[in-house]
């Protein structure tokens, strides 16, 4: 609706919405919103308000003027009369209906806008015109402008209050602002969206720099960019040393725990190699030649056993430790961090001819020297001599932390093949199957000691492909190479990436 007021023509919007807005309209104005003609009675004229009747009309014709017209013009306001109801509003009856002009109808009330206080109409707004006269040119339309788009708002809070107000702006009847009411609760479900889409946008942008990203596997892959792999470091290694009763086989990965302590979880290693365990090899003394005051000296790198163990070959693990103290003889004294693996490198059959004694001879190599020296005999106070401080002892194996897991995974089955069409279907690329890791931390191995050289543990054997291999990436494999990567997340936690028949070899379904 067009309103013209004193030599201003322009739309009423924006005044409007300052009547309908408590906050501005503090003196409580009303205005005029439509006026309705009796369709079978065009002299019963229904006014509607913008904020419902105000009080003081009713069967008050004296306040409303009728003026306008062309053919037909002086008409009089009879009465008024306030009607309720759903739709409340005030019938004002005149003495006669008007032509096809323009009329106006003005209220003389302190409670009306001046801006409202009249309203434009028509008699015969709802009948055909014989007359084809132009009318008053309108104003030129002008579409709604688009919201204005807070860039500053990014959380729930913020995007709630940038909704209110353009609700308020393009909706200025709706005044309920209750969290029971039906749209402020939706209101408040695209607020909660609107914080949660914000949040995920941030940090995915944040990942995608070096100097902003937070998660780990984002690190390793921007640094592999510039050819640095972030390696994922090894897992804890020992020596396991048994001492048994009888000769037997221990199997590879012989889970092996640690008591645990006051309730807390034991700390369980597995072995790395299978073993041949033997009586003979739980302990060997070292043959000193029948001298006296004797030591293994720093960098040695063989010694003779004492007797013939046929059993013992290259490539066992032999431990040397101090299992009495020199000083004061005693067992409990002896010094526990003493000790050092060694891994044999040749084994031979020799005697002592002046006795004679059988004897074996051990030898490893010099990255395995001794690096503290070993304490074999020692003289007493008394003069007399103590023999063993020093032992050697075999059935060692290595042995590493962590315990094996196995987790089956049924790869989802492929999609129909409609046959039946007579074109060829599209091919479209695979999409890379990948899964999670139940149990974390994943543990990393290595041979070399260094943790860049480590890998994963894990093991993964698809029928009827057979075993698969892992790969620190997928760009350099082929669209047959059964390969696959492992990603580790800043909480331990694996996901294994396998390839899309381009790089690397897709995963066949079932």
Known sequence: MIKSYDSIRCRDEGRRAALL?????????????????????????????????????????????????????????????????????????????????????????????????????????????????????????????????????????????????????????????????????????????????SDYQDRVSNEMYLGTARQRLSVKRHSALIDYELHEGANAHTFLSFNVGVDGILPVRTPIATLSDRGSDPIVFETDAQISLVMDHNEFQIYTWSNADCCLPIGTTEVYLLGAHPHLQAGDYLL????????????????????????????????????PQALTKVTWSADDALTQKFCLTTLCADGSTLSGVSVACGNSVPASHGETQHQTVNVPPAEPIDDTLCKP??????????????????????????????????????????????????????????????????EGLATIRFGDGTYGRAVPPG
């Open 21 to 197: 807005d408590a906050t501005i309209n503090t003196p409580g104005l009303n205005g005029i919103d439509t006026v309705e003609v009796e369709k079978n009675n065009q002299t019963t004229l229904h006014v509607f308000f913008l904020l419902g009747v105000p009080g003081g009309l009713d069967h008050r014709p004296e306040l409303f003027t009728l003026t306008g017209g062309e053919r037909i013009t002086n008409i009089q306001v009879i009465d008024t009369v306030q009607q309720g109801g759903a739709d409340p509003h005030l019938d004002v009856i005149v003495d006669q209906a008007g032509d096809f002009s323009i009329y106006t109808l003005t209220i003389k009330s302190a409670a009306l806008d001046p801006v409202f206080a009249s309203a434009d109409f028509s008699f015969k707004v709802g009948c055909p015109s014989p007359f084809d006269c132009p009318g008053e040119p309108p104003c030129v339309d002008v579409a709604e402008p688009d919201p204005l788009i807070d860039y500053y708002a990014k959380d729930y809070p913020s995007f709630r209050r940038a909704l209110l107000d353009w609700v308020s702006a393009r909706y200025p009847n709706w005044l309920e602002r209750s969290e029971a009411d039906l749209g402020i609760t939706l209101l408040d479900l695209f607020a909660y969206a609107g914080d949660q889409l």
């Open 320 to 355: 040397f430790k101090e299992v009495k103290s020199s000083i004061t003889q005693l067992a409990a004294d002896a010094d526990r961090t003493r000790r050092q693996i060694v891994n044999l490198t040749r084994v031979e059959s020799a005697t002592d001819p002046l006795i």
């Open 425 to 490: 279907l599209p091919i479209e690329p695979a999409e890379p199957f990948q899964f999670n890791l139940d149990q974390a931390p994943l543990t990393f191995t290595t041979e070399t000691g260094d943790p860049r050289d480590g890998h994963s543990t894990v093991e993964i054997s698809i029928p009827p492909t057979g075993d698969w291999r892992e790969r620190r990436t997928l760009l350099e494999s082929g669209e047959f190479s059964q390969d696959f990567v492992v990603d580790v997340n800043e």
